[in-house]
């Protein structure tokens, strides 16, 4: 195969997994921002897990709420579970790899918090764990992950990606993330907030 047609169909790809995920999950959509503005408004914050590339979004998008995606605004308080390399390796260390988000969320999430867990195989233990101990909390989960795993059956909203690539569920995760925070910061800001 010619690059430059491996590169136009990986474009192609990308593109129309985006587009059927964001188009089958309107819905979903809506009720994941009102979910996170209502966890603001509140004065929770917003937790974020995942592992590998997800770690690298969990990331990203508490950047993003944080500092500001489009809008000059107050900061929001996000927290990727995935950056205190000490906790993250004594947990490992003195319990196990599985625990290192659950102990987190013990330690530092309160009633109203939203935890965000990625796993584009639906199945990693310590996202797994993590979900399962928000859940125990009663927190509101919000899961990504691809079309298959255990996140979506434990999530209060799931985000599951039609495809068995990871690359384009990576993809349309950081673009499900990236409509959130804008429409987090639309519904917590304009004048005129979307209800």
Do not use: W
Request: aromatic residues 6%; contains cysteine.
């Amino acid at each position: 195969m010619e690059y430059e047609k491996l590169i136009h169909l990986s474009l192609n790809e990308s593109i129309k997994v985006k587009q059927t995920f964001i188009q089958t999950h309107v819905n979903e959509i809506m009720e994941a921002a009102k979910a996170i503005v209502r966890c603001f408004k509140s004065g929770g914050k917003l937790l974020l897990c995942g592992n590998g590339g997800s770690a690298a979004d969990a990331q990203h998008i508490a950047a993003e709420f944080v500092n500001r995606f489009q809008m000059e605004r107050p900061p929001l308080a996000a927290l990727a579970l995935t950056t205190d390399t000490s906790v993250i390796t004594s947990i490992g260390n003195d319990y196990s790899f599985e625990d290192i988000f659950s102990k987190q969320i013990q330690a530092l999430a309160r009633r109203g918090d939203v935890v965000v867990c990625i796993s584009t195989g639906g199945n990693s233990p310590n996202v797994i764990k993590a979900a399962l101990q928000a859940c125990d909390s009663g927190l509101n989960v919000i899961g990504m992950s691809g079309s298959v795993g255990q996140l979506r059956e434990i999530s209060d909203i799931a985000f599951c990606v039609d495809s068995p690539v990871t690359a384009r569920i990576q993809e349309s995760h950081i673009t499900l993330a990236h409509i959130l925070c804008d429409l987090t910061e639309r519904m917590l800001f304009e004048k005129y907030p979307i209800e």
